[in-house]
């Protein structure tokens, strides 16, 4: 008997595996990166950032630390904001040929992801891109051994790539992204400095931050663990592996983070407290995803990436087409979660609670509605596109959407509710404005 966790079956399972790195938590605690990665055994190190931070205080802090432990270390930033299959080409060439013994990265969600598919393909060269990706899309091959040490600093408050087995790559001749997944991706420390969130631009801490929240919303709401087939072979329990006693904790906190602090965090960048504690609920649900999947909202938001039109966001220097993938995700969230409540009742009551919604009067009935208004009224609050139409798409946009998304088959059966391709298009329908 596993532990007692609700909505089981038969077949279901009964165990579920929790992986996180060694975490340190800090204002300040960038200065540690030497002595932490020597502690793990680095001596020549393959630092990992983007061109924007290549010359931020962020990086030079870092690699000081490195230089006072002694440690040997070469830059590589050759890395687009939206970590795709060229990127990681390049960073594997940066692996292949430094002769490192360890990675440490310096940025966010896409530094983290591009490092960490650099060393798989790097160190084990495959002749398909794809090899290592699930099917249907990849070949589902075994990443061949282990890979190098990995110390992983964010630098923003939503991916949670540093406490994750995941790397979420744009595939540039499929224009749409796919995860990667893999215990071997799992960074073994993460030193997350919430100084480095002080001079983010607001739009960069909205965006981060309806993606933390996605992320803890889907957690809890996601298809229980025990709804998800027992395997017999410890190895062969996925990543994905539904909602579970472990991510309910980290998910919970991260949501009643985002409903305390975002609107603070984001309209006032003076506001270190709120600000803090948005790099804590990114890391936390993180630390939840990454043994639990996200389901509709991450799935829907392929789609809206892979078809955008001519579009651009203030506050990322990128041109246009682009849409940050925290808003991405978000401009359907409240349509799904009004779609995904009625498998989930309860589960989306609590949810709308933590994120102080207003549930006076209301009922589990009511709790897809609750929890999806105080969305849209924390989206209008911080000021990001209202819905589909206030990022280029429409109605004829819909079958597109809808057939790109059918891709993502794991994260879509890890909705709490079944969900076809009539559905999804249902949702992105609805999804257009608020
Ligand atoms: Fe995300």
Redesign the pocket.
Known sequence: MGCQYFDPCDHGADTFTIAIPKVTFGRGCLREAGARASGLGMTRVAVFTDPFLRDSAYVAAVLDSLKQAGLDAVVFDEITIEADDASVARGADFIATGNFDGVVSVGG?SVMDTAKAAMVYGLYPSGDFLDYFAPPLGAGKAIPGRLLPHLACPTTS???SECTSLS?LRINNLSTKFVLGNPLLLPQEALIDPVCCATLPAMVVASTGF??L??ALECYTARAYTRWDKVDDPGKRPLIQGANPWSDLAARKAIEIVGEFMERGVNNADDHQARDQLMWGASLAGMA?GNTG?HLG?AL?YGVTHLMHDVTTEGYAVKSPFVP??IS?VVSAPAIFRYTAEAAPERHFEAAGYLQADLQGAGSADSGEALAKRIIELMQKTGVPNGLNEVGFGPADVPALAASTARQVRAIANSPRETNRVDIENIYASAMSY
């Open positions: 969600g939503g991916t949670g979420v993606d933390l996605c992320h995803f996200t991450h938001s993938h925290g995700v």
